[in-house]
């Protein structure tokens, strides 16, 4: 029995699909025979929508191509390609550079939100995810909620307490979007000159924002990646020796069709004496590693309570080796010449650099050089699942995370409890942990799918001072969730406070440190109106 819905499509519809997608009826496939520019819309379109990427395509896209030259092509059947030379080049002489040279927009629908975060571990391919804000999840495709259903779950004897704990999650949360609506219309009125549409928008960004937190990690998502021949490689390698079983399921999917259009790239994937050797070897690794953790962390050692945010490790010298090496590239002085001219500098003249290396900044686009890599802070971060979904996402620093589970408590947004749902809210999450518990035993790899979002994740985040620029500006800025909202505005705070790189922390000139927010989305929608406005004067 397959965990995942088929699409149905009319025959007509099915006729144009074949063109472009390379199957019909499964949660994985690849858009082939398609302008870049139509795949990278689709794509961006993707993250705001509940329907699945090929019915986005027949009813937003397909009214817009000519279609008509393609009606010979049945990507379905698989394409044709001459790749003799890829074959001699990439496979017999192993130069992995050829591999970086193609690359597949791929659909990875009806994922799990325990497994998107598999899907997007690699730092060398873009991803777009579906979004909780964007989308209710009060509907029911093929006539059931949408959260992944483990087969060994379901056929074990936890398999109906599974089906109706998650039916009850997700009927909670139905309720609960409709009640924060009436709530953030009673309380935030339309503006005088907003219009219905962009008002509705943002109360309904704003009620799935404070309601998101009942959703269990098992939630569905839809995730569009585009890489890479070797990136895809590298995903693959690591998702069939994955401990968890959705992955190695789902990456025979990917496998499957990566192969209808790149399979050249993916020959050594399967094959014993390469990838399935790499496979072994972090798997065995990954074993010995959770064997001797348990050694020195017995579960019966009480886990001690940390803050939000905790800065465990950064450079004293962070300032002056900033200096350094915004220098270094203006001189013909060595590396270590260049940090001792600087440590003879006054306060004033390292200033003056560091002021000539930031400039002026118009916007959070405005970033300084790779000066600004030198730096470096780790974090560690104990959130809620949902923040640390968006934070995640940050692909150019190194993040690590333990296992979803209900022992770090959850976090009640407080619009819930002054909307009176704090009983209602708390039952969920009562609910949730007691299914995270019956199902750790005999599934520990699987009971993550019972955990609700609003639930803390402990993670670790390594990054440089220029990716720390990147990311505190734009998640702080006013439209972006509160939770991780809050996680970047103490980032910044540690930078300056703790580490004492005051400077650098004033270099972050968009850090918005903001608390005072109606609906965090309406200025954004605001914007967006009048782009339209715009666009459709000058047509």
């Known amino acids: 029995m397959t965990p995942y819905i088929a699409e149905e499509f009319s025959s007509d519809e099915a006729d144009v699909l074949r063109r472009y997608f390379t199957n019909l009826d499964e949660p994985v496939f690849a858009l082939v025979n398609l302008p870049e520019v139509v795949k990278g819309a689709l794509f961006a379109r993707y993250s705001r929508t509940s329907l699945s990427l090929r019915r986005l395509f027949l009813d937003e896209f397909v009214g817009e191509l000519d279609v008509s030259g393609d009606e010979t092509i ?19 002489y192993g130069d992995d ?34 979004s909780t804000r964007y989308i209710a999840y009060d509907d029911r495709p093929g006539g059931r909620f949408r959260y992944y259903r483990d087969p060994e779950v379901l056929s074990s004897a936890l ?23 009436d709530f953030y219309r009673k309380n935030v009125p339309q503006g005088p000159n907003d219009s219905d549409f962009i008002y509705r928008q943002a109360l309904s960004a704003k009620s799935f924002d404070a309601v998101r937190g009942v959703l269990p990690a098992a939630s569905l998502s839809n995730v569009g ?3 890479t021949g070797q990136a ?21 999917l990917i496998l499957k069709e990566l192969r209808k259009v790149v399979p050249s790239f993916l020959t050594r994937v399967d094959l014993p004496d390469r990838g399935e050797a790499i496979g072994e070897y972090q798997d065995e690794n990954r074993q010995r590693l959770e064997e001797l953790a348990e050694g020195f962390f017995p579960e019966t050692q009480t886990i001690a309570a940390a803050p939000l945010v905790d800065l465990t490790d950064f450079d004293p010298d962070a300032e002056i080796k900033l200096v350094a090496s915004a220098l270094y590239p203006h001189t013909q002085h060595s590396d270590r010449v260049v940090e001792q001219r ?10 003056s650099v560091l002021r000539a290396l930031v400039g002026e900044r118009g916007n959070r686009r405005h970033r300084p050089g790779r000066a600004f890599e030198r730096p470096s802070y780790r974090f560690d971060v104990l959130s809620d699942y949902g923040a ?17 589970s209900a022992s770090h408590g959850f976090v009640r947004p407080p619009d819930i409890d002054e909307a009176g749902l704090t009983e209602q809210f708390d039952a969920v999450m009562d609910r949730s942990s007691q299914l995270h518990q019956a199902l750790e035993g005999p599934f520990p790899d699987q009971a993550s799918y019972a955990v609700s979002l609003a639930y803390r994740v402990r993670y670790m985040m390594h990054m440089n001072a220029r990716e720390a620029m990147h990311l505190l500006e734009l998640r702080t800025s006013p439209q972006g969730h509160p939770a991780y909202r809050e996680v970047g505005q103490q980032m910044h705070h540690l930078i300056s406070d703790v580490a004492g790189h005051r400077a650098i922390a004033e270099m972050m000139t968009f850090v918005d440190h903001s608390s005072e927010l109606d609906l965090e989305r309406l200025e954004s929608e605001r914007r967006a109106e009048q782009k339209r406005a715009q666009r459709d004067q000058t047509r």
């Open 74 to 92: 049945d990507a379905t059947m698989g394409l044709r390609r001459a790749e003799e030379l890829y074959d001699k080049v990439f496979f017999e």
């Open 342 to 351: 600087v440590r003879m500098m006054t306060v004033d003249e390292r200033v």
């Open 159 to 181: 398999g109906a307490r599974y089906i109706a704990d998650m039916d009850r999650q997700f009927e909670a949360y139905s309720s609960m979007v409709g009640s924060m609506r």
């Open 388 to 404: 640390f979904r968006d934070l995640q996402r940050h692909r150019m620093l190194t993040i690590e995370w333990q296992r979803l």
């Open 225 to 227: 990646i585009y890489g």
């Open 97 to 130: 550079s050829v591999a970086q040279l193609g690359g597949v927009h791929l659909a990875c629908e009806q994922s799990s939100n325990v497994l998107t975060k598999i899907l997007e571990w690699g730092r060398l391919m873009a991803y777009l995810e579906q």
């Open 232 to 252: 895809y490689e590298a995903l693959l390698i690591r998702m069939r020796s994955h401990p968890l079983p959705e992955a190695r399921s789902y990456a025979e």
